[in-house]
């Protein structure tokens, strides 16, 4: 009997796949995001010659986050499974792999943020030191909103290598779409639905990608007329 893609029983499992895979980037996206742009912070400004030097410190920092990137997801996954029981009481579902999930982005995320914040001109954190703006002001008026649209571009590339991996998560019971493409595309041989899987999460990708270069590009408008604004005063 031929596999009927549009059937409401396949369109129940997409959306409830879809559901899992939205709950899951978005909890792992918030958690990542606030875990990820105070680590880039401390990795630019701790940088010998910066305003908080601390070369042991931001090298320690910088290898440990190296560590984790270097892991495969897969990998990962399986390494830290007493860590997800023990923050979500289990290793299996799409609960348990946010856990790995924010665990594998989160460095990631760091990096990204580290390198939109060292193109700030370092002429504008210098005039901020020379009129006695304090660590704390130069990172929240100075680096912050300069860098604001390398930020957004760099969590939009995260956000994307997120859905990635949530697909995978769902290939060892994590749910979502992944778990739903293995299931019934691959196990039940149900081609139909592992194209609609991939239709499904091409279309999240672009998406994505399009609202966060919106996004940025609109963040740096603003940026730059503010700079327009203030010189002409």
């Not at 701790?46 to 908080?52: V, Y």
């Not at 930020?151 to 939009?156: F, R, S, Y």
């Not at 966060?212 to 007329?225: E, L, Y």
Request: glycine share 8%.
């Amino acid at each position: 009997m031929p596999f009927d893609l549009l059937s409401p029983a396949v369109t129940a499992l997409l959306v409830e796949s879809l559901q899992e895979t939205a709950y899951m980037v978005s909890v792992a996206a918030l958690v990542s995001t606030g875990l990820g742009l105070p680590l880039g912070v401390l990795l630019v400004v701790t940088a010998p010659g910066h305003i908080l030097a601390a070369p042991i410190f931001n090298r320690i920092l910088s290898v440990a986050i190296n560590l984790i990137r270097s892991t495969p997801f897969i990998i990962l996954m399986v390494a830290i499974i007493p860590f997800t029981r023990f923050v979500s009481g289990s290793s299996v579902g799409t609960s348990a792999a946010i856990v790995p999930l924010t665990v594998a982005i989160t460095p990631l995320f760091a990096r990204l943020a580290e390198s939109a914040m060292r193109e700030v001109d370092r002429g504008l954190i210098e005039a901020a030191e020379a009129i006695g703006a304090s660590p704390l002001q130069i990172i929240t008026r100075v680096i912050f909103p300069e860098a604001l649209p390398g930020i957004v571009a760099g969590q939009t590339v995260a956000l994307v290598s997120l859905i990635s991996y949530s697909a995978m998560a769902g290939t060892v019971g994590g749910g979502g779409l992944g778990d739903l493409g293995v299931r019934y595309g691959y196990q039940r041989f149900m081609p139909e639905v592992m194209v609609a899987v991939v239709v499904v999460l091409v279309v999240i990708v672009q998406s994505v990608q399009l609202i966060g270069d919106a996004v940025a590009r609109a963040v740096n408008h603003r940026i730059a007329r503010s700079k327009r604004a203030a010189s002409q005063v």
